[in-house]
């Protein structure tokens, strides 16, 4: 039989010069895996065996999956299973929650090591089927980047609040390199967010987080078939935030929403500060406020792209107030009456084409604005081809001072008016198709 040391005590005779041929030599090790144990083996009849980092159920440390009794102290120990030491991950294994709603009486946090290449994995059986619930405020999971290795992957779950204002769901900080998450992609997939009383229909729901996601200084993230719920009638809380950290100067680059559902939100996915390279695919914004918002005063934001998504809000759907280089191309849109489906308030080499825009939904009389521009957005180089515009007061609404707009070819049906010029000759506008 090959004498077997641990990991830990050949590090120590290598480094003590016992084994110096094993240090010279290692080209002439083998190695193997099984069952989640890893074995190096040099001639010699020496074996190094070391644990990999596995998977940990929740349920082996006493979870409670019919939420009578609190599962805090039982996730803890599934983490510190997969690797995490005084609250720093430095593990690779996954959580495992099972069927289920398992209930935490406080927030979760977690921090990843910078020294090494690591996630935070946490995996249910499906949203429908593991539930995790929160009955108090400033609930949900945190999670600390570190370096630019570090990663979230998280999927198949629910994340529930119990009450209204239940704080954010999901939070991911980079307190790192540049855009921590920028060497390894973060996925958050199959995920739903919603007040623990919600229903099938989404109706009569009281409770809500205040946001189902916030990402700040994250770069590489990936959100796909997931769902935000806000509470009925009111339309609150938000579902995305992607912002970067403007106090350090540090960019949040590339964040991908596909296939998902945001529904009666104040606003469906916020767009924050330093930050670049959004795009947001076959995705649905219903009820609520505003669907895509970019604040006044947001700097360093560029590169958006909306497409193949449909959007029934009750506010503004789309406000962009600096966002430098977008696409919106594609969408399906009904507007109210008093409001604008894009509202463009202060950006720059915008492209809006291809778009089915309707106006004043629920009203026989024409209402909204389809493309509305702000006074003043000059040398703006910018493109409104190609749309359906109907049922509107205005098509398209370029105020006064407004200059390097380019309408052309567009179809208008059943509006008031199909586009005002506030800028005159300093835009070019087509002939309108009646």
């Known amino acids: 039989m090959p004498k077997k040391l641990s990991a830990i005590a050949c590090a120590a005779a ?3 010069g016992a084994f110096p041929a094993i240090a010279q030599q290692p080209a002439q090790w083998s190695y193997s895996f099984r069952d989640g144990v890893a074995t190096a083996t040099y001639p010699g009849n020496i074996e190094v065996v070391g644990t990999i980092n596995a998977n940990a159920s929740i349920d082996s440390f006493g979870a409670d999956p019919t939420g009578n009794e609190p599962s805090d102290e039982a996730f803890t120990k599934a983490l510190e299973e997969i690797g995490m030491n005084g609250g720093t991950l430095t593990g690779n294994g ?3 929650l099972g069927a289920g709603t398992y209930r935490f009486t406080a927030k979760i946090e977690v921090t990843l090591s910078q020294t090494a290449r690591n996630d935070f994995c946490l995996r ?9 619930l929160w009955d108090q405020s400033d609930g949900g999971i945190a999670v600390t980047l570190t370096g630019q290795e570090n990663s979230v992957q998280v999927s198949d779950l629910s994340l529930l609040t119990g009450v209204a204002s239940g704080g954010t769901a999901f939070s991911m900080t980079n307190t790192g390199a540049f855009g921590g998450g920028d060497g390894n992609a973060s996925n958050i997939t199959r995920v739903y967010v919603a007040g623990a009383d919600k229903t099938q229909n989404h109706d009569a729901a009281s409770f809500y987080w205040s946001d189902g996601f916030v990402s700040t200084a994250v770069s590489n993230i990936n959100y796909s078939f997931i769902s935000v719920i806000g509470n009925v009638p009111s339309g609150n809380g938000n579902g995305i935030t992607f912002q970067g950290d403007d106090a350090t100067d540090t960019f949040a680059v590339a964040c991908n929403v596909t296939s998902s ?3 009666n939100l104040d606003k469906g996915f916020i767009v924050g500060t330093w930050q670049q390279g959004i795009n947001i695919v076959q ?3 219903v009820s609520g406020e505003r669907a895509i918002y970019q604040p006044s005063g947001t700097e360093q934001t560029d590169m958006m792209t909306v497409t193949s998504s449909q959007f029934d809000t009750t506010a503004d759907t789309i406000v962009l107030d600096g966002m430098t280089h977008s696409n919106i191309v594609g969408n399906l849109f009904f507007t109210r009456a008093s409001n604008s489906a894009i509202a463009i308030l202060g950006s720059q080499y915008a492209t809006i084409q291809g778009n089915v825009i309707n106006g004043n939904v629920g009203g ?7 493309v509305f521009v702000a006074s003043n957005l000059a040398n703006n180089a910018s493109v409104i081809s190609g749309n359906v515009f109907h049922n509107l007061s205005y098509g398209v609404a370029l105020n006064t001072g407004t200059s390097g707009w380019n309408v052309q070819a567009n179809a208008y049906h059943g509006n008031t008016e199909n ?4 800028g005159g000759g300093s835009n070019s506008v087509g002939v309108a198709t009646p």
Request: proline share 3%.
């Open 419 to 422: 586009y005002t010029n506030g």
């Open 283 to 285: 995705t649905i914004f």
């Open 364 to 370: 026989v009389v024409p209402g909204g604005t389809g």
């Open 94 to 96: 996954c959580v495992i």
């Open 124 to 132: 249910g059986q499906g949203a429908n089927v593991s539930k995790m």
């Open 261 to 263: 559902y945001f529904y």
């Open 14 to 16: 290598i480094l003590s």
